[in-house]
């Protein structure tokens, strides 16, 4: 393919591959459905009018959202290898339309406890199956080359439905009145989402997305499969240990994240604390809307840029140029703490994010068998979520109530310039000319791409 091919013409070719169109439908109205599920809930969490969330409660209900996320990748990442993965998707998207309903009961009658994490828990844990089966069948939908364009297509477009559900869920919880009635309304319509993403994955053949018969398990029993969870992570995080330029990517990966997690916990305080105050919690929700539209433009256009950036350079050297203009841009544009600034810092963050996602998927796929793919990713998602927590969880300790905290703008902004040096030192240096020139199958993919 001449280095100078626009990304619709790549775009198009993705595309026309019919297995990977059904799945990027499948993943469209699935990840539609999460934005308008964390939209009801938020909603009702965070924006609520009568109640203004401090640094440990909102860092506790980032907790419960996701860490389930991390608890259940390793187990997913077993079955992925083993069971159907057209199966999956279509068990997963039924299980969260059936638990969507109970939340939005529960929600409607003005419970915040239990009973709603519970339901919750189930609606975004089962999600880890659905998501780590997307990405462990991608390469058995799409040529290897084309990789990095797939990954631009199918994930980013994925993030972008999730915020446009998200959007469109903030917009119907404020016109149907807000309060728990909005909240439960907005529930319900995820949960449709989900049953018709069920719907789209049964065009799938079962087994058209693998796992490849040399990965599947075989007759072992549930109680055999469980009790080998532990070895298959060993034996997976082995794997990645022994590629360094994966292992450099989950690195990269987590530290992000955890960067991530301070400045959304910020900003949430900020949006509900800060900028806005008494009762105008609907106010307050429709300014933080548009920090998230500012980042499903960011996550958008990085769709753009990534692939049009590795063609001219490695991953490994994208990733760490996001990873430092992110932190510069966060320190520059933060300082004033004014929410056109904060809108600008969603947009900048959303880049970052999804470039290096890109990056890191690509990377992962490209370097780990097929037969460690399921498992991998299971451990990409663990870092993903886990360090997302941990980052909103450290930093409450010091987060004033209001968000507003120049010593922790500095921190995220620091950190990020950190990440992309240190990542740099992990990965290793640029290859040579020379090096480019060699039959790498692995490399040329990478840059080619």
């Not at 089966?133 to 991608?138: F, G, I």
């Not at 398990?217 to 060993?234: F, K």
Request: net charge positive.
């Amino acid at each position: 393919m001449p280095a100078r091919s626009s990304f619709l013409g790549d775009l198009r070719t993705v595309l026309a591959s019919g297995g990977f169109r059904k799945l990027y439908y499948t993943r469209l109205v699935s990840q539609a459905g999460d934005g308008v599920f964390t939209a009801g809930l938020g909603a009702y969490v965070f924006f609520s009018a009568t109640s203004f969330p401090d640094p440990a409660t909102a860092a506790l209900s980032f907790a419960v959202l996701y860490l389930p996320y991390s608890l259940i990748g390793p187990f997913a990442g077993v079955f992925i290898d083993r069971w159907s993965r057209r199966q999956i998707l279509v068990w997963s998207a039924l299980v969260r339309a059936a638990f969507a309903v109970p939340v939005a009961v529960f929600i409607a009658s003005g419970t915040l406890g239990p009973p709603v994490w519970v339901a919750s828990l189930i609606v975004l844990g089962v999600n880890r199956f659905f998501l780590s089966a997307l990405s462990a069948a991608l390469p058995h939908v799409v040529a290897g080359d084309e990789l990095v364009m797939a990954n631009s297509v199918g994930p980013t477009s994925g993030t972008i439905a999730a915020f446009i559900g998200g959007i469109a869920g903030g917009a119907l919880h404020l016109a149907t009145g807000s309060g728990q009635g909005g909240s439960a309304m907005t529930i319900v319509v995820a949960g449709a989402c989900y049953f018709l993403s069920g719907a789209f994955a049964l065009r799938l053949g079962r087994s058209s997305l693998g796992p490849s018969p040399a990965g599947e398990s075989g007759h072992a029993s549930i109680g055999a499969e469980l009790e080998g969870v532990a070895a298959g992570l060993t034996c997976g995080l082995r794997h990645v240990w022994n590629k360094r330029p994966a292992r450099g990517a989950l690195a990269a990966t987590g530290a992000h994240r955890f960067l991530y997690g301070i400045a959304l916990l910020m900003s949430v305080l900020l949006y509900r604390n800060y900028f806005y105050h008494a009762s105008r919690s609907n106010t307050a929700l429709g300014g933080f809307l548009s920090v998230v539209i500012s980042s499903a433009i960011g996550y958008g256009l990085a769709a753009w840029l990534t692939p049009v950036a590795t063609r001219r350079m490695t991953s490994e050297t994208w990733i760490t140029l996001l990873l430092g203009a992110g932190g510069v841009l966060t320190i520059t544009l933060g300082l004033g703490f004014r929410q056109a600034e904060f809108v600008a810092i969603g947009f900048v963050l959303g880049i970052v994010a999804q470039g290096v996602a890109i990056s890191t998927t690509t990377i992962l796929q490209q370097e780990i068998q097929d037969d460690y793919r399921g498992r991998v990713f299971s451990v990409n998602d663990m870092i993903y979520n886990a360090t997302f927590v941990l980052g909103a969880a450290v930093s409450a300790i010091f987060m004033p109530r209001s968000g507003h905290s120049l010593a922790m703008l500095l921190v995220v902004g620091a950190g990020y310039v950190a990440a992309g040096i240190g990542y740099r030192l992990i990965s290793g240096p640029p290859p040579s000319a020379s090096a480019l020139e060699q039959p790498d199958h692995d490399r040329e993919g990478r840059v080619r791409a």
